[in-house]
Structures are given as structure tokens and as C-alpha cells.
């Protein structure tokens, strides 16, 4: 479970992350909930999916990556004085995320952000997934800006 922004990672290209940096935070794994995974499990396995290796990921798990990607743009086209075409920003963000498993998706759908209110409109109902989300949004947001 994400939490805080990993500045100091060994990554070659942070950015490429699924989550847009990395992360450190808690594990959610059955058995480890709330512990603190050291810094090269971080780097390994939990800011990437994909963790099979990892001795604390679950042999039964419904996915094994989530992923996310910006599909609403955020400008619009609007037509301004005279017909002329003037662009203002959209003001819902549509992420789409795709829950994987052994690299085929097998569960995936559209979650909503409103810019100008700030608040999620469609949420994910798993709590870890909704968080993934909200820290790729940051990311995203903040590469944006």
C-alpha cells in the first residue's frame, strides 16, 4: 500500500514506474499486513508487480499488477467568439486501470477525477487499487504542472 513518495530509489527511470515515482509504504499481504517492506524489497518487487519471487506475496491473489493510463484528456476543444476553436481544460479525468495476471488482464475498468472539485466522481472498490490511483494521479498531476 502506497504512502509516501520514495525520492531516493536506485531505479534507472522512476518516471517509467506503473505508479509514475516510486512509492514506499505498508504490505497487505496476508500474513504481513501493516509491515514495512526494507528498501530493496521496495525497489524489487512492490513498485513493479509482479512479485513472485517476493517470500510475502501470496501464492493465491486474484492479480499480480495493476496499471494505470490517462485516457480522458484534460483540454477540450470549445468553440470561442466568432466559431473560432479555443482550447480550455476538461474538467474530468478519466484513468483507466487494468488489474493483471500472469500477464493477461483479468479485471479493468475507468475510475473518474474531477479537476476542478478535486474528488474523486468513480472510485475503485478495493481499497488498495483506489490508492494505487490516487498515487499515480499524483504523479501524473505533478509531471502535468
Same mark, same amino acid.
Given at each position: 500500500?502506497?504512502?509516501?513518495?520514495? @525520492?531516493?530509489?536506485?531505479?534507472?527511470?522512476?518516471?517509467?514506474?506503473?505508479?509514475?515515482?516510486?512509492?514506499?509504504?505498508?504490505?497487505?499481504?496476508?500474513?504481513?499486513?501493516?509491515?514495512?517492506?526494507? #528498501?530493496?524489497?521496495?525497489?524489487?518487487?512492490?513498485?513493479?508487480?509482479?512479485?513472485?519471487?517476493?517470500?510475502?506475496?501470496?501464492? $493465491?491473489?486474484?492479480?499480480?499488477?495493476?496499471?494505470?493510463?490517462?485516457?480522458?484528456?484534460?483540454?477540450?476543444?470549445?468553440?470561442? $467568439?466568432?466559431?473560432?476553436?479555443?482550447?480550455?481544460?476538461?474538467?474530468?479525468?478519466?484513468?483507466?486501470?487494468?488489474? @493483471?495476471?500472469?500477464?493477461?488482464?483479468? @479485471?479493468?475498468?475507468?475510475? $473518474?477525477?474531477?479537476?476542478?472539485?478535486?474528488?474523486?466522481?468513480?472510485?475503485?472498490?478495493?481499497?488498495?487499487? #483506489?490508492?494505487?490511483?490516487?498515487?499515480?494521479?499524483?504523479?501524473?498531476?505533478?509531471?502535468?504542472?
Amino acid at each position: 500500500m502506497p504512502v509516501e513518495k520514495l @525520492e531516493n530509489g536506485t531505479w534507472p527511470h522512476p518516471a517509467r514506474l506503473p505508479l509514475g515515482c516510486g512509492w514506499r509504504g505498508h504490505c497487505t499481504a496476508p500474513g504481513h499486513e501493516g509491515e514495512i517492506p526494507q #528498501q530493496h524489497i521496495l525497489e524489487a518487487f512492490c513498485n513493479l508487480g509482479y512479485a513472485d519471487s517476493c517470500n510475502w506475496a501470496p501464492q $493465491e491473489r486474484a492479480w499480480d499488477a495493476v496499471r494505470f493510463a490517462v485516457v480522458a484528456s484534460p483540454v477540450a476543444g470549445k468553440s470561442g $467568439e466568432g466559431g473560432r476553436a479555443s482550447v480550455v481544460p476538461a474538467r474530468i479525468l478519466r484513468l483507466r486501470y487494468v488489474c @493483471e495476471r500472469n500477464h493477461l488482464p483479468v @479485471e479493468h475498468g475507468d475510475l $473518474e477525477f474531477d479537476l476542478s472539485l478535486a474528488t474523486w466522481l468513480r472510485r475503485h472498490d478495493d481499497a488498495r487499487v #483506489q490508492k494505487m490511483a490516487e498515487c499515480f494521479l499524483e504523479s501524473y498531476l505533478k509531471k502535468k504542472a
